[in-house]
């Protein structure tokens, strides 16, 4: 459970926690950003596993307080989440 002070769930929303139809579970992890973290508790930021060039990779956010999912191709610098996923 990440309901704490330092790390809530989704602030507008107590009851679905991130939760889709197949079981997905976003969190709102937020992203970091030059020692700054930025969103937390609104957005959850992942990366995917595919590159754009030596410097960029490609990613998407969640935006439960902006109401929108959106792609983008960012430096791999930058603080994102990552989704591991189980081979069965």
């Not at 937020?30 to 700054?36: A, E, N, P, R, S």
């Not at 930025?38 to 960029?56: A, L, M, P, V």
Request: aromatic share 18%.
């Amino acid at each position: 459970d990440c309901t704490t002070s330092t790390h809530p769930r989704w602030d507008g929303n107590s009851t679905h926690f991130g939760l889709d139809l197949v079981g997905f579970s976003a969190l709102p992890g937020g992203y970091h950003f030059y020692d700054v973290y930025n969103r937390i508790g609104k957005s959850g930021y992942y990366w995917s596993s595919t590159t754009d060039g030596y410097s960029h990779a490609w990613g998407f956010s969640v935006h439960f307080t902006l109401g929108f999912i959106a792609t983008s191709s960012d430096f791999r610098t930058d603080g994102s989440s990552v989704r591991c996923i189980k081979n069965n």
